[in-house]
């Protein structure tokens, strides 16, 4: 018998991969049952319903970048730095298939179709993430390392805003070298009288 957090996990790393495939409607318990090779009972054993499961996978990711930020701030103190790393783990997520475009931000424009849990995990992560971000901005610019046109808060509303899109067009493009010419040129502004 499977261990029922590994089955949990598997029911959430298939959901991911059909939400990020077809979005919130793209998908149904019988398709993760087919798929992971259980029944829909016990599909609703773990999540007795589709919102709790993507509540649950939209609480997972949040907590996972949250988890990845709190080690780059650990490991990189320079502000340009980290929003390079930041921006070189999208690269590579995007050059290898694995996470083609950030979950939230795909769920972001679902947002009128969605149940209002999963609307407050979206927005929560976004707020993390523009919280991170304005601090990184803010560092930047006290340290002199960092060249902002606007407050550290737009500033960083603004580099979330290019990255989430740099995502779409890569998508809509079929391109993932996409990312990194929108990109690319944003790092350069932000950088460009930091020496």
């Known amino acids: 018998m499977a261990n029922v ?8 790393a298939c959901a991911r991969t059909l939400v990020m495939a077809g979005g919130y409607n793209g998908f149904s318990y019988a398709d993760i ?11 609703h054993h773990h999540f007795p319903s589709k919102v709790d499961l993507v509540r649950e996978l939209v609480a997972s990711h949040r907590h996972s970048v949250e988890d990845g ?3 780059l701030e650990r490991s990189v103190s320079d502000p340009v730095e ?17 996470v083609p475009i950030c979950l939230c931000a795909l769920l972001a424009s679902e947002i009128p179709v969605l149940p209002e849990e999963v609307v407050y995990e979206v927005r929560a992560h976004f707020r993390a993430l523009s919280a991170w ?12 390392r960092l060249n902002l046109s606007a407050s550290p808060r737009v500033e ?6 290019t990255v989430h899109g740099a ?8 391109d993932p070298k996409m990312f990194e010419s ?10 460009s009288r930091s020496g």
Do not use: H, N
Not at 133 to 144: F, K, Q
Not at 167 to 174: D, E, F, I, P
């Open 167 to 174: 995502m779409l067009s890569t998508r809509a493009y079929g």
């Open 82 to 98: 980290q929003l390079r790393a930041y921006t070189r783990v999208w690269v590579t997520c995007i050059e290898d298939a694995s």
């Open 156 to 161: 960083g509303e603004s580099f979330m805003a």
């Open 69 to 71: 930020i709190a080690r």
């Open 33 to 43: 049952a087919k798929v992971v090779g259980v029944r829909k009972p016990s599909i």
């Open 5 to 12: 957090s590994s089955t949990a996990d598997e029911i959430l």
């Open 182 to 191: 929108i990109v690319g040129p944003l790092l350069e502004r932000l950088t």
């Open 133 to 144: 971000l304005t601090s990184v901005m803010e560092r930047g610019a006290r340290e002199g």
